[in-house]
């Protein structure tokens, strides 16, 4: 069935790069997406790539994606303390499932002064 | 541009009440689809709206309904509420149905006593 998993932590200092890994098992996926979660929100969507892409950019964000091992991960750039939040990957479930959003548990980024 | 808006923003209710929670899309979004997410989980669809009619649904039994309305607002009705339904409901919209990406409200967090 479809699933996607995430690790569940991390913890970065500011001004690192933040690396966070996500894996997939729909190879019919279209879209993939990363969404952010500050305490008490909603999901904001942070960025998204086609299936057909092998990388993303956009300002501090970089999208990667192997698609022959599908896995996908979300470079943050210069992370600082307002990133700390919980990031989710999710996929688009397509035909059967009518283009619904599978979620990974989410990975809480911690980012220390 | 108007974003994605809940109402309300919390809610208690005793099991085996009803409960309709209500979601206006953002402005030129046509699809509007509804999650469920447990503390410490990712999202879990339960179903999505195309120009008022049903798009696809999850795993989730048949108490849980809904309802697109001609402005593309929508409603999610919960009967028999047991305690497992106790959960943040956030509402998505998009535009032109499947595969476009996802603005989510920032939820309505309903408890169960």
């Known amino acids: 069935g479809e699933d996607v998993e995430q690790s569940l932590f991390l913890s970065v200092r500011e001004g690192d790069s933040s690396v966070i890994n996500c894996t997939y098992t729909?190879?019919?996926?279209?879209?993939l997406y990363w969404y952010k979660q500050e305490p008490g929100a909603g999901l904001q969507l942070l960025t998204y790539?086609?299936?057909?892409?092998d990388m993303k950019q956009d300002q501090r964000l970089t999208v990667l994606l192997n698609k022959k091992d599908k896995h996908l991960s979300l470079r943050i750039a210069d992370t600082q303390t307002g990133d700390s939040a919980i990031y989710f990957c999710?996929?688009?479930?397509?035909?059967?499932?009518?283009?619904?959003?599978?979620f990974g548990k989410g990975t809480k980024l911690s980012v220390k002064p | 541009e108007t974003g994605v808006t809940q109402s309300p923003t919390h809610l208690i209710k005793t099991r085996g009440q009803q409960v309709t929670l209500r979601c206006s899309s953002q402005s030129g979004h046509n699809t509007v689809s509804w999650y469920q997410q447990a503390l410490g989980q990712g999202p879990q669809f339960i179903f999505q709206?195309?120009?008022?009619?049903?798009?696809g649904r999850g795993n989730f039994p048949p108490r849980f309904s809904g309802l697109q309305f001609p402005n593309y607002s929508s409603e999610l009705n919960v009967n028999a509420l047991e305690l497992d339904d106790s959960a943040l409901y956030l509402c998505?919209?998009?535009?032109?149905?499947?595969?476009?990406?996802?603005?989510f409200g920032d939820g309505t967090r309903l408890s169960i006593l």
């Open positions: 729909d190879s019919s996926s279209t879209y």
């Open positions: 709206y195309y120009r008022e009619e049903e798009n």
């Open positions: 998505a919209s998009s535009s032109d149905g499947s595969n476009q990406p996802q603005h």
């Open positions: 999710a996929e688009s479930a397509y035909g059967g499932s009518q283009g619904n959003l599978i």
């Open positions: 790539i086609f299936s057909n892409m």
